[in-house]
């Protein structure tokens, strides 16, 4: 049977391709350390400010989408990404990274509700066998984008070894994320969505602002988003080290673009892979989380115990003229290889965590509540990691709490 429009895949199809063009292209840039430029402070600067803005957006977010709709909040938010990009041009031609700093901050507040109403929809649209495919086809779409923003950068500085993206690099984000804020008006309302047994996504309910005003002050007493906390926390702490340290810092900027074309196309092959296990009818749903969460913690252990061998190696950012290309397979192969593998644990990890919040509900604005909470704590750790970043902690100690803090998230991914 063909999707049919007002179908519960057809609208997570949509959402994906709004997030391949929009927060797909923001990962590409910001995939390439420093949002492309050389001197990696002011894209350092400007994700600090973004993501303490979207600790507050991502929270209040799923308020917003429950008030206001998921197609006007995604449409207007979608044009933050492209005021983000656009703000680079400026500060190539002017070395002022005010601008850019303040569009990080506005980023902010759009990414803040464009996720909240993104993950609304993808975990509460499905049935309850389906999460983890729904996941997944979000998941692919949604890194096709960032494939093909590693690939714009990669084509446009071929012949440029090092230094930062061109305008061009630029312009082509901000077209492409204008497009993508475009394309939200084309979701469906959700009281009109159904699923392929013919159920309704949503009962119908009615929302003020005092009401979700309580029910948000309620989350910070949840048991269960207590619990989750320390993950929540480090679902994008980890992102800094990758893109900064170790994309950012010891490539040039054609490489890094050529890495990000696989680590997003690694996220892809992550998401399906473990899409299999969560939806598998073999295993009881417990005990689907109990192997998910050992894949996970596996994982991310190699990882890092890579990370540390890639730090020994190459502790400090490598001077311009020294810095590695993926011509060179001798010296970039092994950093290369560690990379795409970070892509894959991140899908992994986001999968898993986006998994563990569908099992707790069914009822879509709950789970808005739950998404924005999540994304907002997220968000806290992303910015304390950014300007861990800024202000030019060691590689290792950056390396250190990463590793640390997912010890910390472990307890509480394992007892929810």
């Known amino acids: 049977m063909g999707l049919r429009y007002y179908s519960a895949m057809t609208q997570v199809i949509i959402v994906g391709f709004v997030c391949f063009l929009c927060p797909g292209m923001f990962n590409a840039l910001n995939g390439t350390g420093g949002g492309g430029q050389l001197d990696t402070t ?3 600067n400007a994700n600090t ?30 044009f933050t990404y492209a005021l983000y990009s656009g703000s680079y041009i400026y500060l190539n031609h002017t070395g002022n990274s005010a601008f850019t700093i303040a569009a990080g901050a506005i980023l902010g507040i759009g990414a803040g509700i464009l996720w909240a109403a993104q993950g609304m929809i993808m975990v509460s649209y499905p049935r309850e ?13 949604f890194n096709l984008g960032g494939m093909l923003g590693g690939i714009l950068p990669f084509a446009i500085n071929y012949k440029k070894d090092n230094g930062s993206l061109d305008d061009g690099v630029y312009i082509a984000f901000v077209v492409l994320e204008c497009l993508g804020a475009f394309l939200g008006l084309a979701l469906a309302p959700p009281a009109k969505v159904t699923r392929d047994d013919g159920s309704s996504v949503v009962l119908v309910k ?42 950012g810092s010891i490539f040039n900027v054609r490489t890094r673009g050529f890495n990000n074309i696989f680590y997003w196309g690694a996220q892809m092959v992550g998401s399906y892979a473990i899409s299999f296990l969560l939806d598998s009818p073999r295993f009881a749903r ?25 730090n020994n190696k190459y ?18 192969g092994g950093a290369i290889t560690l990379y795409v593998f970070c892509g ?7 999968s898993f965590a986006y998994w563990i919040i569908g099992a707790l509900s069914n009822d879509n604005q709950l789970l808005a509540r739950y998404i924005g909470f999540y994304k907002g704590m997220q968000s806290f750790g992303g910015a304390i990691a950014w300007q861990l970043a800024a202000k030019k902690v060691s590689h290792k100690n950056q390396l250190v709490a990463n590793w640390v803090l997912f010890a910390i998230s472990v307890p509480s991914m394992l007892y929810v």
């Open 42 to 44: 002011a894209g350092n």
């Open 49 to 78: 400010a973004l993501y303490s803005t979207f600790v507050v957006f991502g929270i209040l977010g799923g308020a917003i989408v429950n008030l206001c709709g998921v197609r006007w909040t995604i449409f207007v938010s979608g």
């Open 129 to 141: 066998e389906e999460k983890g495919r729904y996941i997944a086809v979000f998941w692919i779409i």
């Open 206 to 247: 009615y929302t003020n602002l005092g009401t979700e005003t309580m029910e948000i002050l309620k989350l910070f007493i949840n048991p269960l988003m207590l619990a989750l906390l320390p993950m929540c926390f480090n679902s994008n702490f980890f992102y800094t080290y990758q893109f900064d340290n170790i994309n």
């Open 286 to 310: 417990k005990t689907r989380g109990y192997i998910a969460f050992a894949v996970v913690f596996v994982f991310f252990n190699a990882i890092w115990g890579g990370s540390l061998a890639l």
């Open 315 to 332: 502790p400090a950012p490598l001077p311009l003229e020294d810095r590695l290309d993926f011509k060179d397979s001798s010296r970039a």
């Open 344 to 350: 894959i644990g991140d899908a992994l990890y986001q």
